[in-house]
């Protein structure tokens, strides 16, 4: 089989490709064992249908329709008397979907959360609702043996505005650990002291979560989270940038008034040099009344002599 090549017992028995590709799957193994006992059973009680998502293929949504079989456990003492046969390498147990494309939802809730994974999801088509994809993070959990040394704290919201807890994940894993019910500096602390490995906690400003720190983790270093640091840089940034801007338009207007001052009246605005050319016309128009009046001196002279 080249599409389930781990699957020995699983047979295509029909491809119908569409906008969606359909695959009907029919389980062959002989036996399937009772999950309550072990006990391995041939003893088919019923067949029904289980509708399956899973990854898409060259941009094809792939759906699987499973034919299994119920089956009687053989054991007289098993409190289970019918079983249906798993598929532990296929789905889990009345899962919707396979373990491949589960995986894929949960790795997309891990690394950009849930909303925006389900947005991503739906542009890749690897169906999964925001609701979904959170709760198959929510299922993962860390190695059992590892103590947390690298942890985050933050809140998150119980009621958005009303209740908020606590929301602590190991950095070095990149999973969340657990969930607080609240920011308190009690439980916070209490918490902390269970857990002696740390010895980094990033945080935001909150000064609760640096008494509880410094209260339940002595021996750690606080840090400030990547996120508030880049919020807090960039709102002052924000401020220099809108101060810097008001300077520069007080700059440029006062360079417009200077501008302004200095340059030429326009010709409109010489009125009175106007009536100073007329005043000057008027005097030499008196010039010449003087040379007439002089003139007719000479002329009054020239009678007289003769
Ligand atoms: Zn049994």
Redesign the pocket.
């Known amino acids: 089989m080249i599409i389930f090549p781990d699957l020995p017992h699983v047979q295509v028995e029909e491809v119908e490709v569409a906008q969606e590709i359909t695959l009907t799957l029919r389980t062959t193994s002989p036996t399937a064992s009772?999950?309550?006992?072990?006990?391995a059973?041939s003893r088919i009680q019923s067949r029904y249908t289980r509708m399956l998502h899973d990854l898409p293929s060259v941009g094809h949504p792939i759906r699987l329709i499973m034919h299994v079989r119920r089956f009687f456990?053989?054991?007289s003492t098993?409190?289970?008397?019918i079983?249906v046969e798993r598929l532990p390498d296929l789905c889990r147990p009345h899962a919707q979907r396979t373990k491949q494309l589960q995986e894929a939802l949960r790795q997309l809730g891990l690394t950009i959360g849930g909303q925006t994974g389900a947005d991503m999801g739906s542009d890749l088509g690897i169906s999964g609702s925001r609701d979904t994809i959170l709760r198959l993070v929510r299922q993962s959990h860390p190695s059992a043996h590892s103590e947390p040394h690298v942890i985050g704290l933050d809140d998150w919201a119980r009621k958005r505005r009303l209740r908020y807890g606590t929301l602590i994940c190991d950095l070095e894993s990149g999973l969340p650990i657990d969930l607080l019910p609240d920011r308190s500096v009690e439980i916070g602390s209490a918490w902390l002291k269970k857990h002696p490995s740390i010895h980094v906690v990033s945080r935001d400003g909150s000064s609760e979560y640096a008494s509880a720190i410094t209260k339940g983790a002595p021996q750690a270093r606080q840090v400030s989270d990547r996120w508030h640091l880049v919020k807090n840089l960039a709102a002052c940034v924000s401020v220099q940038l809108t101060q810097s801007l008001t300077q520069l338009r007080r700059a440029e207007q006062a360079e417009a008034n200077a501008t302004q001052e200095q340059q030429p009246l326009p010709q409109h605005h010489s009125h009175p040099r106007t009536r100073g050319s007329e005043t000057d016309a008027t005097s030499s128009s008196s010039g010449t009344n003087s040379s007439l009046r002089a003139d007719h001196g000479t002329a009054a002279a020239r009678d007289e002599k003769h």
Request: with cysteine; proline share 7%; charged share 20%.
């Open positions: 009772c999950p309550s006992c072990g006990t059973s456990c053989k054991k098993c409190a289970q008397k079983f």
